[in-house]
């Protein structure tokens, strides 16, 4: 018999079972934080996703809200929180890979993969979600998130997401906060098909979604933001944006404080209306392609703004323009501005000094000129002054010091010059950062006591191109937290104190290059991690370093002696950069430096190193520029040659003793773009070139070897040769008529891929090659000219046949060289198309005819040899030819004309003589004429004997009768031949 307790137990069963819900295994639980179906929601998500690292390991058990990741109301327990945000390297994390090598054992990132399931909708209450940072390998943003209209906050940057972003994400009409961001850069970008769904975020209050490629929403991204009124942030960074509409219909933007619109491709001038928009605190218009000049705005329109960066644009006009603009505030909020990399000019005007909250002034590399205005030092609260590369000029102002809170000062590559002294720095206690550098070399000076020791503690101080020596400066002795030491041509002598090398192990750069520094080079050093050290231009000694920790290492043109040590890389093996060149290494190329696997420039060039240029050398996989010239090498080139380099871009092994053949094997590196071998001993047939092998090819050198055969008609189909020299060789035949087709002589400037130029993410110390050629006829060295040198020369061989009338189609060509050599014919009258010719050296050859008169419009022509050919006829007047030489024209018997002294009409010598026979002939034949004449008057008279008479006795005035009889024949040819044409004209437009 049920009681009633009983009773009223099995009807409070069903009531039961909903307030007390089974856990994962099924078992009842007497209190629980978060319904059943939202933790069952929250395991189905889990299964949906890959935890390699089991970041998710927590989500077990009953009580969902003490998760990792989320969190709950406290009334009901639900989930309003799900922050899932993921580790900042997770983009470059897969599952099946390890921590990263800097990482400690026990790390574990937090990284998400996988799929978001659906189950999240379950989350009804749901207004924070974060699943950022994490990596969904492209798959795409879920659509069904727009269904949790309850959201307030949603950040899905830097997740590796992509496809189109899903336009139902306007139904989160409550969403404040919206962070779609991603590296552009991605394979996996998000993209839109348009912005409207926008409209539907009323209530948004901060949207980026940088690196979102908004192309095709591009044209009305202005219009469609304005339809937000409670925005305050708006980032689209690096968008492919390309249009900066220059009006608005109706400008909404009541809230915004913060705008960013960075890295697009604007092209344009900035609208006026982004500076009415008297709201703004913070405006960044960093690399986004913008010109002209900035628009004026309302006086007072701007007084609120705090930050105003458009670093590297195009932008022009006068910077007092702009201080002034800034200025027509009663109280100025502007702490940062930033207009570096630009195109301002104009002094700096003092209102700059009124900034009082300025903080960060950044303005390098623009064309301001002028002093340094005193009121900057009125800026009690600058942090950061940057007005490097300019022209600005005049002294250095004591007002500096006065910045008491100055942490970084940069003012190098102007042209500064006066005295530097204590006065200047006293006060700059804060001091981290100096950089100081002129134009003008020793024009600007330091000058301090013996003893003195400034207040602040450097960790970085650049001094380039001032007189800052003879002396070490003893102060920098104190610097005890100095990481970067650059005293580059600062007239330092004497010998680096061993203070300076004790300082090693805390330098990440060390720069005494360009000075007199003497004294031997310790052994054993230790370094900062991946050092960059330049001692190059000294005249230091010793022998071969072991410097640990040194990435980047420039020893250049010392006096550092004896062969490379045979262990280099078991000391050195972090280098990427080593240039000894110009020194008195000995010995051979030790194999070790080939186990040197991550180096990228090696430079020993200069030196008198021996034995077989490739002896022993291993695999080494990422060396771009290699230079070995100027040494004693021998051996051979081998065959695997690319396959032990095969990154290989820059060659240079010219002024050795190499010889043997030029396998074509050893030429098929596909990405060499220079190839110097010249000024060995190298023979054979200059190999063929696959055409892949030719894709980057720049510069060929192969002059002064004893090369024979035919020059082979593959290097036509070079797209970028434009330094072609084959001189003093042995090759014969015709010159090639599809030189005409190369298109690297065609095209002026850079316009192409050429010179390895190192940036300073790969190597720090600057590389930029250097190439002797023969220019103007004497050896000229190149550096970072060398991509505006286009030049062909095949001088000092057996070239036969006709100059090919097809080079005339070089029309960027600046020197042609075909002299000493066995040329026929004419020279090309097309030869006037080379208009940026400035080198002709045609001599010693065997051409003949005239100069082609329109040789005299070759303006930029500088240098003309045609010296000893069979050259004939009046040399071309006007311009160019008016300066050159008798000497460019010497050896031509048949040349008249200027700056010759033969005259064109006063001939001498042999010709002089048959031109008096033929004169003495034609004054004979004149008076013969009068006298025929005559006779034939009198013939009249004495009848028709005597006039035949007169013929057959004088031969003369038979010549004459018989001409006169020639002339009257062609006449009355002609008139007959005339006459015949105008019937038959008339005849056929009758028919």
Known sequence: MVTVKGFFLLLSLPLLSQLLPLDANGISSNTTSCPVKERRALWKLKAGLKDPYGWLSSWTGRDCCEWVGL?????????????????????????????????????????????????????????????????????????????????????LSQASFGGLVPPQLRNLSNLHYLDLSSEFSSHQALRVSDLNWLSGLSSLNYLNLGGVNLRKGSARWPENVNMLPSLMELHLV???????????????????????????????????????????????????????????????????????????????GNIREVAVGLSRCNKSSLETLDLSCNNFNGPLPDSLGLHKYLRVFRLSVNSIWGPIPSSLGNLSRLVEMDLSANNMNGTIPESIGQLSKLTTLALAWNSWEGIVTESHLRNLKELESLSLSSYRGSSLKFRYTRGWVPDFNLSSIEIKNCQLGPDFPKWLKNQKKLSSMTLSGAAISGTVPDWLWELSRQLGILDLSQNRIVGKLPRFLDFGFEATVNLASNRLEGSFPFWLNVRELSLKNNLVSGPIPANVDHHMSGLDYLDVAYNLLTGELPSSVSKLKNLVYLDLSNNALSGDIYAGWAVMPKLKILDLSKNNFSGHIPCQMCSLLPSLEWLK?????????????????????????????LHGIIPRWTEESLNKLSELILQSNSFSGRIPEQLCNSLNLHVLDLANNNLFGSIPKCFGNMSGMKLLGMEFSDTPFLTNSEVHIYYSGSLELNMKGRPMEYFELIPLVKM?????????????????????????????????????????????????????????????????????????????????????????????????????????????????????????QDQDDEDKGTEEDDHGELWFYTSIVLGFLVGFWSVCGTLVIKSSWRQAYFRFADKMKDKLYLAVQLKTAWLRRNWENRT
């Open 653 to 681: 092994l010219s002024t050795n003793n190499i010889s043997g053949k030029l396998p074509s094997c050893s030429l098929n590196c596909t990405g060499l773009s220079t190839l110097d071998l010249g000024k060995n001993r």
């Open 71 to 155: 969190s709950c109301d406290n009334d009901m327990g639900r989930v309003v929180k799900l922050d899932l945000r993921g580790s900042d390297i997770c983009d470059v994390v897969d599952d099946d890979d390890d921590a990263p090598e800097s990482a400690p054992e026990d790390y574990k990132p937090l990284c998400l993969s996988g799929h978001v399931s659906p189950s999240l909708l379950a989350l009804k209450h749901l207004t924070y979600l974060d699943l950022s940072h994490n990596n969904f390998q492209g798959n795409p943003i879920p659509s069904f998130i727009g269904s949790l209209k309850r959201l307030t906050y949603l950040n």
């Open 792 to 912: 062909i020369d095949l001088s000092r061989n057996k070239l036969s046949g006709e100059i090919p009338p097809e080079i005339s189609n070089l029309s960027a060509l600046k020197t042609l060289n075909l002299s000493n050599n066995k040329l026929m014919g004419s020279i090309p009258g097309k030869i006037s198309r080379l208009k940026q010719l400035e080198t002709l050296d045609l001599s010693f050859n065997r051409l003949s005819c005239q100069i082609p008169p329109g040789m005299s419009s070759m303006t930029f022509l500088n240098s003309l040899n045609l010296s000893y050919n069979n050259l004939d006829g009046e040399i071309p007047r006007g311009n160019q030819f008016t300066t050159f030489n008798p000497s460019s024209f010497e050896g031509n018997p048949g040349l008249c004309g200027f700056p010759l002294s033969r005259n064109c009409s006063t001939p001498t010598g042999l010709d002089a």
């Open 238 to 316: 690096e968008c492919q944006l390309s249009e900066f509409p220059k009006s608005l219909s109706s400008a909404n933007f009541t809230s915004l404080s913060v705008l960013d619109l960075s890295f697009n491709n604007f092209n344009s001038t900035i609208p006026r209306w982004v500076f009415n928009i008297t709201t703004l605190l913070e405006l960044t218009l960093i690399g986004s392609e913008l010109e002209g000049s900035i628009p004026a705005f309302a006086e007072g329109a701007l007084c609120g703004l705090q930050k105003l960066d458009l670093f590297l644009n195009n932008l022009t």
